[in-house]
């Protein structure tokens, strides 16, 4: 139901925003052993803006380089395959989509690393892959964007109304009979994502009720929660003790483990920067 629900917002008319050349391929670079370091830095480099991007980056104080870093395989070096990677895909599909009347752009992008960066610890916390979990945390909320192409007053009186980290979810099913999570999956879909991204974009809204169960499923949900949690200027263990405990549960990952881990996390605002 949810799924075909999801389909209002794919009208005809609309233009759906394309998958960026780059971007696929690094998607595709998840699995593959043979991309390195080198090719991981030939591949950014088809696409010059990103490959000033990454360069900028590479050079910022966050990363301390002892030289200025001139090449993108420095850069490669400098900032090791995965940051390298996980970046470059934030980038490069952060510039696919188009601004939605009622999101500011700096804070759903923010929200999207945060979310992002979230689902690699919990990923790692349930023996999971976390470049998959990274891309899903970071796609989970661009349906979204599409939604407010259909319905903008609709979506801004969901954010205007949302009053649990998490609830998004709840208030877009009541509303539309789907949430953001199923127009990500079909939007996913279309783009030709992996089926198990797909699925766990699906499972994401209610994780515990899917069929099949997708542990992924579950890291998105409750990476939404806690980047909902952190942009509220919220305690985090209002979600990890609170009505997220069950799905910790389920993963089998402690509340006081993911905590720690938390309390060390970075701003993804240098980061961001990268997107503008």
Request: glycine share 6%; charged share 20%.
């Amino acid at each position: 139901m949810s799924a075909q629900a999801a389909r209002r917002f794919f009208p005809f008319n609309l233009v759906l925003p394309n998958m960026p050349g780059v971007a696929a391929q690094l998607v595709k670079s998840f699995n593959d052993d043979r991309v390195g370091l080198g090719e991981l830095a030939e591949l950014i480099g088809q696409d010059p803006a990103l490959s000033a991007k990454v360069l900028r980056l590479a050079n910022s104080a966050r990363y301390s380089p002892l030289r200025s870093v001139s090449s993108l395989r420095e850069a490669a070096a400098s900032l090791g395959m995965t940051m390298l990677r996980n970046l470059s895909l934030a980038t490069s599909l952060s510039g696919a989509f188009p601004r939605a009347a009622g999101l500011d752009p700096d804070r759903f992008w923010r929200h999207a690393m945060t979310s992002a960066q979230h689902a690699v610890l919990l990923s790692r916390g349930a023996l999971l892959d976390a470049d998959t979990a990274y891309l899903g945390g970071l796609m989970l909320r661009t349906g979204q964007l599409l939604m407010a192409q259909i319905d903008k007053a609709g979506v801004a009186e969901v954010e205007q109304s949302l009053a649990t980290p998490g609830g998004r979810f709840a208030a877009e099913q009541a509303r539309w009979q789907c949430s953001h999570a199923d127009v990500t999956a079909e939007l996913a879909r279309r783009w030709q994502f992996p089926d198990t991204l797909v699925a766990a974009f699906q499972a994401s809204a209610t994780p515990l009720q899917a069929q099949p169960y997708t542990g992924l499923g579950t890291v998105l949900h409750l990476a939404e929660a806690l980047a909902d949690a952190v942009e509220r200027g919220l305690d985090p263990a209002e979600v990890v003790q609170g009505r997220c405990a069950e799905l910790l549960a389920r993963l089998r990952i402690k509340p006081d483990w993911l905590l720690a881990q938390l309390a060390e996390a970075a701003s993804p605002d240098e980061e961001l920067a990268l997107m503008r």
